[in-house]
Each structure stands twice: as C-alpha cells, then as structure tokens.
C-alpha cells in the first residue's frame, strides 16, 4: 500500500499533470485549427470584445434569462464550480503540496470552510444526480459520457469527505482521493469534462455572434 | 473599312478615352464620325420641357440653345477636332432615353461601328467587395446594337494609329461566330496580326470536382481542334495569325495575354449562352474585361453589319 | 516567493510518523530523557489547523536506529546550508526557519515536512499521507 | 410520446425516403459531417452538458409541457446527435422522422441561446440536419416547391417577369387615383434606396406594395423598383438547406442593386429575408461586408417618422401590442427602434411578457409554414404558450413587421379563439400618415 501511495503521489501526479496540460493544449489547438481552415465564415466576424461581455455575464450567477428559469440548477452548478476551483488550488493539504513540492507560498482555506466546501459540492452533484434522473428531458438526453463525467467530478469530493472524516484506512482513503483527483485531471480532455476546455470559446463566439453581427444581447 | 462610325458620347470624363479611340479610328479610315451626344431627357411624354442631364434643370429647348450645347461639345473635344483631317464629323444632338436614341440613330445611319465609354459613375466603389459593373446605357446598346460596338473604359495604351495586334478571344459559342467574322476581316483588311484565343476556364468547380491536369490538358487539345475547325477552316489566303490556348480564370488570361501581346484590339462576343440577341445579358466575362482592359473591347452580338462588310 | 527548491523535485502528499500505537509505554526508558516529547508542536504555526504530528522523540528514534542528535537538530554553513555536524539541539526551530521565509531560507511548515517526510521516503519507511502523523489518536 | 407517434403524411418525405438506402445515408451523412461542417459541429456535440436548461426557452416544449422530444437539446438528441453517433448509419424511415423534426418542430428562431449556459446554436445544427435532408432530397413538397420556384425563376412564387411588372404596374395604377403625382420607378439608376420586397407581396399581399409606394412618395424618396430578376429578397433556398441556390440568389440580388448602382437596400417587412441578405447569404458569398448597405423597413420607417418626412397627425387609438420578430430582434437588435416606432404611431401600446430579444416565436418562421397545411396542426398546437401570451395582453391588434409571424399569429389567433388582429407597420403609417398629396 505505502508503495503504491508513494508511486500515486511521485510519478503517476507528473503523468496525470501532463496528460492533462499536454491533452488540453492539443483539443484546444486541434479545434482552433478545425475551425481556422473550416469556419472561416464564422470566425472572420468574431470579436473579442463582445465574446467577453458575453463570458462576463454568463459568469454572473442569476444574470440571465437562462440562470434565472433554472435557479436551483443555477445555484448547483456555481456553488460547484466555484467550490471546486477553491479547493482544487487552496484546499489546506493542496497548499501544502504545493509548498512542499515547489516551495510555493499558497494561501490556504480555513479548514471549516474547506470543509463546507466540500460538503456543499458534494450535494451539488448529488442534486445533479437527482436531476439527471427525474427531468424528464435530462433522462431523455442523457448519456454514458454524462454518468461518467458526473462520476468523475464527484469522486473526489466524496474521498475527500472520508479521509477527513477519517473513515476506514486513513492511507488507503487518501490513496482513493489522490487516484480519483488524477483520474480527474486525465479525463477533462477527453470526455464530457471537455465542456471546461471549450466553454470559453462557445460562449465567446455567442456572445461575438449575437453582439457584433445581431446588435442584441445573448442572455 | 468603316464608313460611318458613331460615337455616343456623355460629354463628360466618362467618356474620354473613347473620344480618343473614336477620332483615331474615324482618321485611320477617312470615315465619317458621328459625334453623338444625348443631351436632355424629355420631364413628360412629349412635352416641350427637357431636363438637362448634365445639370438637371428642366428649360425649354430651341435652337440656340442647342447650339450652345454643340459649342461647348466642341470645346471638350477641340483638339481632336483639329487632328481630324481626312475623316470628317458630323454632330448631332438628341433628347430622349440614351440608348434609345443611339440605337435609333445607329440604324437610322446605319452605322459600322458605336463607339462608347464602359459607364459613366466616377469611383468605381463597388469593384473591390464583389463586382465590378458596366453602365446600364452600355449594356442595353451592345445587346442591341446590329454593328460591333467599341467599348473604351480605361485609356489605350498600345492603340497608336494602326490596329496592329487583334485578339479575338473565343468560347466556340454560336456567338462568337460573328466575333470571329469581325475580328478576321478587321485584320484581313487592316493587315493586323490576328491572334486566337482560348481560355479554360478552371477557376471553379463543376459539381464541386475541380478538373485534374490530365483533365485540363484534354480540354485544351480538343480546343485546339475546334480552333482549327470552327475558324482556321473558314480563313482564305489569311495566314497572319496565330493561335493560343490557355487555362486559367476567362478574363484574367485575356488581360493578361492582351498586355503580353501588346493588343490594340480585344474582339468578343456579346454573350455565350445559346440565348436569342434580344435577351442575352451581357457575359460576365465580357464585362470584366471591359472595365480592365488597357486596349478597346470589340463587343459583337449580330452578325448584320459583319456580314456586310468586306 | 516561489522558487524551485532544487533538492526535492517530486511531488510528495504531506506525511507524518505512524504511532505504533500502544507499544510505546512498555520499553524501557532509551538512553537521553525526552520521552516526555510525544508530539510535534511548534507555537510558531498557530493557529493549528491540524492535530499535532505524533512524534514520541525517543521511541521513534530507537526503532529508526537514529542516535545522532544532529539528524533532526542540525545546524547551518555559513551559506546557509544545512550542516550535519553542528548540532544545535535545544534551540528552536523557528529561529533559522521563519514561517514566512526570507529569501534563500526553507519556511518552518516546509522545513518539518522535508525533514519527516523525506527521511521517509529515503528508508521507504514510516508514513507519507497527512493522517499518517496528523492523528489525534 | 416519442417522433415516431405523431408522424405526419407528407408527398414528398414518402417519396424522396422510398428512393433512400441506407449507404446513400451514410455517405450523404458523411459528406456534411466531415466535409461540410467543421469546428462548430464538433465543439458543440462535445460541449453540451445534456442539461436541458433549453427545455424552457422552446415554445415547442414549453407548449407541450412534459414532452422531452420537443425540447431544443431533445431535437438534437433525435436528429444530429443520432447521425454522430450511428455515423449516419440510419434507416430511411428515421430520416423522413428527422426531416419532421428539423423542417416542421423547429423555427430556427435562436431563443435557446439565451438559455444555454454554454452558447450552443440549436438553430446551426438543425440547418445542418436541413442540409442532409437537402443533400437526401427529403424536404418536405410545399417548401420544396417554393425552393424550386427560386432556382426556377429567382422568386419564391413562380412570379414570371412581366407579372411582377404587371403588379407594379397595377398597384401604381390604383395608387395614382389616390396619388396622382405618384410613381413606382422601374430599374432607375442611381437613385438612393432600392425598395425590395419578397414574392408574397406581389403574388397575394399587393396592397403592401401600394402602401409602400405611397409612403415613398408621401416621404420625397428618391426610390425604385427592380425589374429584372433579383427583386424577390426572400430565400427558401436557405431554409431547406440548399445553400448553393441562396448563393445564387443572394448574388442576382446584390448584383441587381450593384447595376443600379443605389445607395441603400431598403427591404419590406420580413424576417427570414433579411437573415439570408445580411447574415447568411453575405456569408456564403464570402462578402465580408456588405457590396450595398441593408436597411430593414423597421429602421426605415424609424427614419422616416423621426427625420419628419412622415407626420402623423392622429395615433392609432385602438391598444395594441408588438410582437418582435425573431430576426430582426434576436438577428438585426431592433427592439428598441421597433418600439420608438409603434409609440409614435400608436396611443396606448401593451406590453407583452416575454418581449424584445426574449420574444417567443410566432412558430411560423423559419420555414415551418411554407411546409405547408400538412403540418399547420403541428405549428398551431407547438404555439399554444405564444397564445396564452397575446390573450393575456387583452388587446385587439398585434403589429408584428413580418410576413411569416402575420401568417403564423394569424392561424394561432382563429385556432385558440383570440378575436385579435395582425397589423404591419405600413398598414398603420399608410392609414394614420399625412397624405398631402392625395387628392
């Protein structure tokens, strides 16, 4: 087990980092070519100014007509994302990897709130859970890629609740917990959890579409 | 050659170049210029009061007046007046729609040639976002005209006195028959060089496959054949000519070939869709090279005065 | 602030001694009187966030074979290396490691981390996971 | 409760589907897949969460509460995302369903988008299932044969040349008892707007055309007619897909006005119209802007009323209510100008609730009524919330400047019973504007 912890936190941490740098870096080159030599049409008219004003917004919670018809979802996804962001950087034992691994100073959450976090995010993909199965449309829709990223993305909140919890085998849960954030980092790239590579961009070329040719907001 | 030329003229820039062409050809063949100004446009039906086209007021017309308007047309072109020595004019003045009353006195004349400027806006502001575009006066005399019509858009460059280099550029449509009269008794005549031209055109695709080279080179063998059958074949005692056939965009090859050739002449038909004289829109092709061309483009749509001549 | 520390370049989970658990009291007193230390505390990082390291001084140091005192409690070159000859127990750690370093120095959190840590991972031995040492049990 | 229950006879669909094999599917399913389509395909398939956020921005789904199938993200489930997912290895029979649902369950009216969280363009990959269908020759027969009129004769309606001219002639004619100095200028150089109109104003809405007229010559605009081919500004062309006769169209359209070397394109009061000539036709032709400016008669009469050249003396007394069109507010911005407009003609003016750019759907543009009466039931029971919607404003007339929103509004305002009226925007100017020329 220790050894298998040790290889978790040595070289199989570089892999995860650099398949997920490395993989994101070539969906995003691949798709920005795809569209140079493809969609000329479309980014010919794209203009910055309006795709961040649209970003912006969007990034607003309760901001548009879209946040606002879905408020509980809305509340879901931005106390998931932002508690996912918070802790994936400044999570108390993550500061401390950074500090212990690269002597990088970083500011580290109070454990209660730490805590809280992740205890919010957990029931944020729970409610996603709920959710995916009782709207009808979310049902209809929905697809092995979604279950897998919704796995994915939960997995390490729950491991996280349980070594600080200290259920069961403190090293195997923190093994769990390193294994399943890895598995995180690996699979934005390449599965639904893409959706963070490209969003930007989608929404960017919305917002582009809708101000600068259309003259009307996109929320 | 020419016995009666007739040039329409807006009596403004537009037409200048043509001017130039007009007198030089009207002198090479001592042959009778009809300067041709429209100058008023009737404001009602057959009412007395004309609206002057270049000022726009409306007044009424009577004699002097229209000899005020023939003198200042003989201030424009003054010089050219005075280097007309063995041709001879004769200016004449109309009010009425343009093209109608340059069609109505072409063949009331029964002119050999019209010879005209491409169109009379100034900046030409359309030309660089999608097409250039002719006048519409143009447009509507080249497709009615029953002679070749001499279109001048920019100033001639090689055109001194003679026509020494005619290019006659051909899709082997049923149209460019007449062209090809045209052009070979104009070189016949003139002892021009005549040269015969064809351009693939592989610019864009025929349902949506773009001609390989293998392709391309039988298009241009058989063009070949039907140069030698279509025109060759029809030439007597003519041997001053030459044949080239190139691939390319239509028009930018013609330009390009022109200006290698240093030619004074581009000779075309009107149109190529097998459509009768009287509804054909001008070519596409025709009208590009009209607008760029260095030299004046020999538009022909009927073979009437062709046949005529020697 | 940030820098590279060149010696260490992998990623490590932040790990502390695991207590063998009860075994402690039975042996006999070691050689020198710290058994009293049974934890690692420093006032320096209030507040604490985290249980403290468990660390009973003299039973960890018998079973790692560890009798130089200079191991944990070295000293510092003049360019501010790390001296294994000159021993300096009984100062506090704070002293050469501030918590918020100046330049060129190891912070304090650091400094425990690498020397705990690191010596375990050298000998493949003693725990590398946060709850390893941070129990409260 | 899926497609397959409410599927609807049309000639053409049984037609063109008997003629299809499952090879020919694909390969057609291919070539736009991986040929024709690029980035915007691929990031938008990867890039939807599956969130049904859109289920309540589509008055489809909003009207048929409950019902996933006609939910924005549930139309691209059954369409789009199926041919990704089988690549294109579909059954004929799937593809005359997919063609129902892109031809006749969505107007391509972009009211997703503002719901969407990511910036999906539902609209973008239903016209790409229009394409295949295109490609597959399975479009539904009315449009199909409004289509076949475009490449046929350059308009919509099979107008021949000398009846469009024979309109023009007419409506000048009976203008002129009213107007006598008035004029419909034909192909007249150089002047500064081109008054353009699509096929259904001459064929079956003339009065526009003499309405028109009169406020062009009410106003002292130097203006004309087109003649010649390349008058007609509408393109059914674009809506079934088939892009290469919109460029065609597009090109007659702008050339025309390039020849009659105008200043300005003033077009009459539609929507799709003025997507193909500003947006999409543009872009196809590869104009990175525009060789003669577009002007939708909303701004025009905007201009008219606020320069004075037309005086209204008496508003319309009667409340109305503004229905936005959703391509000249989700696709031009021009809520604002719209609404300046109708309160200078108009006394009391009700809002409606959702308006301006979150306006919903008259659930008749984007092709879904040229369709045709087979699908009409489809079109009426898909807009039931539009109804609610105007019924709970409580007025009599409706202005939507547009003519697939006045023939859609129309069918849900007798099928649900509103006793409403639609009105265009001329229709008002004309009646309440000063008529000092009028005899």
Known sequence: MQTFYTIAVGPLAWFAWAVFLVGSAWRIFSMA?????????????????????????????????????????????????????????????????????????????????????????????????????????????????????????????????????SVGDPLLMTLLHVLSGEAVLVAIPFTRLSHALFVPFTRAYMGSEFGAVRHCPDW | MFGKILFATTASPGSNNAAKSAFDLAERNEARLYLFHVFGAPTRGFGHLVRDLKSGEEDLVDTDYREWVQEELHTIYADQIKGLSKGTLATQLAVGVPHTEILRFARQEDVDIIVMGAHNSEEDNTSSRSRAVIGNTMRKVARAAKCPVLIVNRPCTTCWRMFSNIIFCTDFSKAADAAFQFAYKTAKEVGAKLYLFHACDISNALLGVYAGQVEIERKLAKAREMMQERYISRMEGFDNYQVEIWEGTPYVEILKFARDKKADLIVMAHHTHDVHEDEAEIGSTVEQVVLRSACPVASVNRMDKVSELA | MKKLNSTVCKVLVCAALVATGGLCLGLPPAFSSQEDITHVRSEALKPHTRPAALFRHDEHNEKAGIDDCATCHHGKDKDGKRDMADMTAGTDCVECHAVSPVKGQTALRRAFHLQCMGCHQERKQGPLHCTGCHTNG | MGIAERKIEDANLLKAVAALTPDKIQQVVRSVTKGEAGARLAVYHETCMRCGMCAEACHFSLSHKGDPTYTPVG????????????????????????????????????????????????????????????????????????????????????????????????????????????????????????????????????????????????????????????????????????????????????????????????????????????????????????????????????????????????????????????????????????????????????????????????????????????????????????????????VEYVIAPCHNCHGGLEDIISHYKLGMHTKFIGDLIFELMEKPGAE
């Open chain 1, 33 to 165: 070519s795809l569209a140079k030599n493809k969609e000329m049409a479309a980014v010919a008219y794209f203009d910055t100014a309006y795709g961040m004003r649209s970003i912006a917004r969007w990034m607003t919670p309760f901001a548009t007509l879209g946040w606002q018809k879905n408020p509980v979802l809305t509340f879901a996804t931005f106390a998931f994302h932002i508690s996912f962001i918070l802790l994936a950087l400044f999570a108390q034992g993550h500061a401390i990897l950074w500090e212990y691994a690269f002597g990088m100073r970083v500011w580290a959450l109070p454990p209660q709130v730490a805590s809280a976090l992740t205890i919010i995010a957990t029931l944020s993909c729970a409610y996603f859970l709920v959710r995916r199965l009782s709207n009808s449309t979310v049902r209809f829709v929905s697809t092995p890629g979604d279950w897998l990223a919704l796995g994915l993305a939960t997995l390490p909140f729950i491991t996280a609740l349980l070594v600080r919890q």
């Open chain 4, 75 to 394: 139309k691209m489930e059954q369409t789009m995302w199926r041919l990704l997912r089988t690549d294109g290895r579909v059954t004929p029979d799937e593809i005359y369903n997919m063609a129902q649902i892109a031809f006749t369950e969505c107007n391509m009216c972009k009211r997703c988008v503002h719901f969407c969280p990511v910036g999906i363009d539902t609209g973008y990959i239903i016209s790409l299932v229009r394409r295949i269908c295109h490609l597959l020759g399975v479009v539904p027969m009315y449009i199909l044969d409004t289509a076949h009129s475009h490449s046929a004769t350059m308009n919509q309606m099979w107008v021949k040349e000398d009846e469009w001219i024979d309109s023009l002639m007419w409506q000048e004619d009976e203008a002129r008892d009213e107007f006598p100095k008035l004029r419909i200028p034909l192909d007249k150089e150089g002047s500064d707007v081109l008054y353009s109109v699509i096929a259904p104003e001459p064929k079956f809405r003339t009065q526009l055309i003499y309405q028109a007229a009169a406020i062009m010559n009410q106003a002292g605009i130097d203006w004309t007619m087109p003649a010649g081919p390349g008058w007609d500004n509408s393109d059914m062309c674009m809506m079934t897909g088939n892009l290469e006769m919109m460029g065609r169209l597009k090109r007659a359209h702008y050339e025309m006005a390039q020849r009659l070397r105008v200043k300005r394109i003033v077009m009459g009061e539609c929507g799709h119209a003025f997507r193909s000539v500003y947006d999409t036709g543009n872009r196809w032709l590869g104009f990175k802007d525009w060789p003669v400016p577009i002007v939708h008669s909303v701004e025009f009469f905007w201009e008219l009323l606020t320069t004075g050249k037309i005086k209204i003396p008496q508003k319309f007394q009667k409340p109305v209510t503004i229905h936005d069109p959703c391509n000249i507010t989700r696709g031009y911005g021009l809520m604002e100008k719209l609404r300046e407009v109708v309160h200078m003609l108009c006394e009391n003016v009700v809002e409606m609730t959702p308006n301006r750019e979150h306006t919903i759907c008259c659930c008749a543009g984007g092709g879904v009524i040229n369709c045709g009466p087979p699908f009409k039931g489809t079109r009426v029971a898909g807009n039931k919330v539009k109804a609610d919607v105007l019924a709970a404003t409580g």
